[in-house]
């Protein structure tokens, strides 16, 4: 991965004859790396030429990214190195939750011991008025955020019978068809979202999909959204990468569901907690479902929740999770 980031630096540094490009920030994968390699750098970066790459050069190129693309592909892009949790601004609005849980607590123990405390007094409601509460936008009380497609609706433009451009529709985060019961309606894993979005996810696990035109997700609107589908897969927007995977890991903790279940691994699914950690975006919703709902989710509220529970899933998620094990 050092190799590849040294080599775009050289890149990017190098001007090409008669020509400007923008570049956006994609995932690298074994397909597109070579023709994609200055589309890595940042959404706003530009590159303005007058001189050419010479053979020699774009030969180098290639032999030191085609030995070490495996490591990109395996690696996912992620960090895998032992993390330490940031620290966000926005508290609890239930600072004394989680004072029956013992400190010394880890793996089933501590599974077990959150899903009795979160299966206390809940209640759950497939009310559009929870959602409209839940995801009420921080810079407009009269429209929410969607999940995927990261805009802000009014919270009227709910979809009906007969969709439309820019409406929204209620996103289980784990798909409706693969449960029952309370989970179908539990505000924690169900997120406003634009309805084309969502539907273009369906039932798919959360995975890695290729960052390809023709794999990119358009929205009601027409806009080109940063998630990605296949046939198989379905790969949010960063922003939500971490949610969906907490949100996963509640549903496994609340109701039993597997992780594999909504992901392509298990791993995949930590690896996507541990590097997208939750933010005060994240901790004012879980306020707000706890408002209306009356539980909470345990991985947003204490992310060491995530390595004791979830550390030991694999090498690279226990490497990771060096810090709270």
């Known amino acids: 991965m050092k190799r590849i980031t040294s080599l775009l630096l050289i890149v990017a540094t190098i001007t090409l004859s008669g020509c400007a490009s923008s570049a956006t920030s994609i995932s690298p994968t074994s397909e597109d790396l070579n023709s994609e390699i200055i589309a890595l750098s940042s959404a706003t970066t530009s590159v303005e030429s007058t001189s050419i790459i010479s053979t020699t050069s774009i030969a180098i190129l290639s032999s030191e990214l085609s030995t070490s693309v495996s490591e990109v ?41 959150l899903n009795s405390l979160i299966s206390s007094g809940v209640s759950t409601s497939y009310a559009w008025s929870r959602f409209q509460s839940a995801d009420q936008s921080l810079n407009d009380t009269s429209k929410v955020l969607t999940i995927y497609a990261r805009y802000e609706y009014s919270k009227t433009a709910t979809v009906g019978s007969a969709a439309a451009p820019n409406q929204w529709n209620r996103e289980h985060t784990y798909p409706d068809s693969k449960i029952t019961g309370a989970a179908e309606s539990d505000n924690h894993h169900i997120f406003a979202d634009d309805w084309k979005t969502n539907s273009i996810r369906g039932n798919k696990p959360f995975g890695l999909v290729q960052h390809l035109d023709a794999n990119r997700v358009i929205d009601s609107g027409g806009r080109h959204t940063a998630n990605y589908s296949n046939n198989t897969f379905f790969e949010p927007n960063d922003a939500a990468k971490g949610e969906v995977a907490r949100a996963t890991m509640y549903m496994n903790t609340m109701y039993g569901y597997p992780l594999e279940g909504n992901f392509q691994t298990a791993e995949l699914a930590v690896l996507w907690a541990l590097n997208y950690p939750v933010d005060d975006w994240a901790m004012i919703r879980n306020n707000r479902v706890y408002t209306n709902q009356h539980n909470r989710n345990p991985y947003i509220d204490n992310q060491a929740f995530i390595c004791k529970v979830y550390g030991n899933t694999t090498a690279k998620t226990t490497q990771m999770c060096a810090n709270y094990l």
Do not use: R
């Open 73 to 113: 592909v395996s690696s996912s892009s992620l960090n895998e190195a032992a993390i330490l949790f940031p620290t966000i601004t926005i508290v609890s609005n239930a600072p004394n939750y989680y004072t029956s849980i013992s400190d010394s607590l880890t793996g089933t123990s501590l599974k077990n011991a």
